[in-house]
């Protein structure tokens, strides 16, 4: 395998530059562990830990190492492990709220060019729910895809398709059944040779009958890596970036299987919304009791659904409140700061608890 292989473009190469002067290597995150992070060189995989310098000068947790991220390792003599010295600039990533912490960001995948929004049709789909999927893909950067799994379940999937796609904006819509294997052709021009797919959607939708799929008889089984706990003991954990054999690369980690809405980007997923409110005759319109509202009248006639308006206020105010947090953040920066190596380990141990 080659850097090429796992994901390595001209933007990494570029951002890589300085401490390539250093003698420093590149390799990517394809797992994180109790205590280090599985890396690939492309070559070989190897076990990695932040260094002093990186944890300290880390503004906030988002600043660490995240499964899919690119960093800048160097040997340490003796130990068999690297040190990652630095974490690349991201193309693209996936972000949600720490639990139980000030509101503040967690990168939860990072550098997946799309990402695929997979939605059981053993039921009807949900659309309030792939919405909030579609805002976080676009707050992430990278390209969304929703995959209309469990199509074998569905007396009329044509249907349930066309549902989704009057929600779904300029994402691309497969029909697809991962346990037949019927539509699973149709993810071809997504799993190209050095791309990365992120997985998201809750349990049970069909993620790991699709990587099984694709990796057709090469069993989970390979994707594991092996740590050392703090006893010495060994442990094993599935990897969470790995490459299938169409030469892609998959993102399935339990943090992308929770994913929180992270301040998205509501603008675009509403953009029919927005084109309605630019008919009201007001431009600073609350669509309260203005004359002239638009937005009213096309709730009146049906030509805007209630639950969809009532969806877009959700987020509307679910986006404030992160705001609210962001603001409050500057005060709160130097104490983030001086926890954040306590908060991290935390985050490690509630990380791992839900993997075993
Ligand atoms: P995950 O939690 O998202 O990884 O979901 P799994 O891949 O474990 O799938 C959950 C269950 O749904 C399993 O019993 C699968 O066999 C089943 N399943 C997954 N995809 C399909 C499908 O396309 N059609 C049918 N009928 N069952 C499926
Ligand atoms: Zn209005």
């Given amino acids: 395998m080659k850097l090429a292989d796992m994901g390595w ?11 390539e002067k250093d003698g420093l290597k590149p390799a990517r995150v394809i797992c994180e562990l109790r205590h280090a992070y599985a890396l690939h060189t492309g070559e070989e995989e190897i076990l990695g830990e932040c260094r002093g310098k990186l944890l300290h000068s880390a503004s906030s947790r ?42 503040h960001e967690q990168v939860v995948a990072a550098n997946a060019d799309a990402l695929f929004i997979f939605v059981a049709l053993d039921r009807n789909p949900n659309l309030r729910k792939i919405e909030r999927y579609l805002a976080v893909a676009r707050q992430s950067g990278a390209e969304p895809v929703i995959l209309l799994n469990k199509a074998d379940l569905n007396t009329d999937p044509d249907l349930a398709a066309r549902a989704v796609r009057a929600i779904a904006g300029e994402a691309a819509i497969v029909v697809l059944s991962a346990e037949t294997g019927r539509g699973c052709n149709l993810l071809k021009p997504w799993l190209k040779r050095g791309k990365t797919v992120a ?38 954990t599935r990897r969470e970036l790995f490459v299938v054999p169409s030469g892609a690369l998959m993102i399935d980690t339990p943090g992308l299987r929770e994913l929180q809405l992270w301040a998205s980007n509501i603008g675009d997923t509403f953009d029919d919304i927005a084109a309605i409110a630019l008919k009201c005759r007001f431009s600073n319109c609350k669509h309260h009791t203005e004359p002239g509202c638009a937005i009213r009248t096309a709730l009146e006639s049906g030509e805007l659904p209630r639950e969809r308006w009532d969806s877009y206020h959700k987020l509307r105010a679910e986006q404030a409140e992160m705001k609210r947090h962001l603001a409050a953040r500057p005060d709160r920066q130097e104490k983030i700061v001086w926890k954040k190596v306590s908060e991290n380990l935390r985050a490690r141990y509630r990380f791992d608890a839900r993997q075993d």
Avoid: C
């Fill in 62 to 103: 988002s600043a660490l190492p995240a499964v899919g991220d690119w960093v800048a390792v160097r040997p340490r003599p003796g130990s068999g492990r690297m040190d990652i010295l630095a974490v690349l600039p991201r193309k693209t990533k996936f972000s949600r709220r720490a639990a139980g912490e000030h509101g």
């Fill in 9 to 19: 473009d001209d933007f990494f190469a570029e951002a890589f530059a300085p401490y």
């Fill in 199 to 236: 997985l998201l959607g809750p349990s049970g939708v069909g993620k790991s009958t699709l990587v099984n799929r694709l990796m057709r008889d090469e069993v989970q089984i390979v994707q594991e890596v092996r740590d050392q706990d703090a006893k010495g003991r060994h442990t094993t």
